[in-house]
């Protein structure tokens, strides 16, 4: 399976390490009222699709950027790559 | 009072060099090494720094070869910086002095070690080693990549046939060896 990444172009799957869901960019706000149970959602409940999925891969072997990977679970086909923090300052500005 | 004498990577006092048919292995331990992470919010301010210290901001992929500071590109707004050992060894505190507080220095030389591989084979010995491309490299390339199960960072200088292979100084041994090794199979 190859990932390409986005600035170093195409890289063997080997080169990473996968995280998992990519919803684990949204860490819930430690001080909220209800942190107790957002914090049971974010790190227990997961969807789980047969389809494409969001997820993180870390490019340990290279650049050291985390990445969020779109991959169809059931093909492995990557329809998608961005670097993580792109995605991540780019909802801090949304939000 | 203490008496220490400093040792190379590979835990000699002199430099390890190695030939084999007409691929040499040179050891680097005259290199010093500092990270530059520019800071968030900061990233124009540390690029203009970077440039004024080594004469370029190389990009995704592109070491700038310059003297007595040179630098590649590690990742996103990060830079590693090398010069020589001799007359940098406080090469940390001398970036930090240059770019203050734009960007994050870090020591690097005790973290790395530098082997030097060339030769005319140069680019079967790597196709060994590391899954890049590496004949699609050109003078001023620089790549992260695994070799040995180890994250090394592998440029390409001038002359071409002349590679660096920056990786863990705490595997030096390993990374010398499967380098070697791979000499053998192509000489």
Known sequence: ?95 | MHDLRPITALGADARREDAVGALTLTERPDIALASVAARLGREGEARDRLRAVIGAVPGPGEVQLHDPEAGFWIGPDQWMVGAPFDTHEDLAARLKARFGDTASITEQTDAWTCFDLRGAEVEDALELLCNLDVRRMETGSARPTVIHHLRCFVTRRDPPDWFRVVGPRASADTLHHAILDAMRSVA
């Not at chain 1, 986005?6 to 819930?28: K, M, T």
């Not at chain 1, 430690?30 to 993180?56: K, S, T």
Request: proline share 5%; hydrophobic share 35%; glycine share 6%.
């Open chain 1, 1 to 95: 399976m190859l990932i390409d990444h986005p600035l170093l172009g195409p890289r063997d799957a080997s080169e990473f390490v996968y995280l998992g869901d990519a919803s684990l960019i949204d860490r819930p706000d430690w001080q909220a009222d209800d942190a107790a149970r957002a914090f049971h959602d974010y790190a227990y409940l997961r969807d789980n699709p047969a389809g494409p999925h969001r997820e993180l891969w870390f490019h340990e072997g290279g650049d050291r950027s985390w990445l969020v990977v779109t991959r169809d679970t059931t093909t492995h086909e990557i329809t998608d790559v961005r670097l993580a923090r792109d995605v991540a300052l780019e909802r801090r500005r949304s939000s």
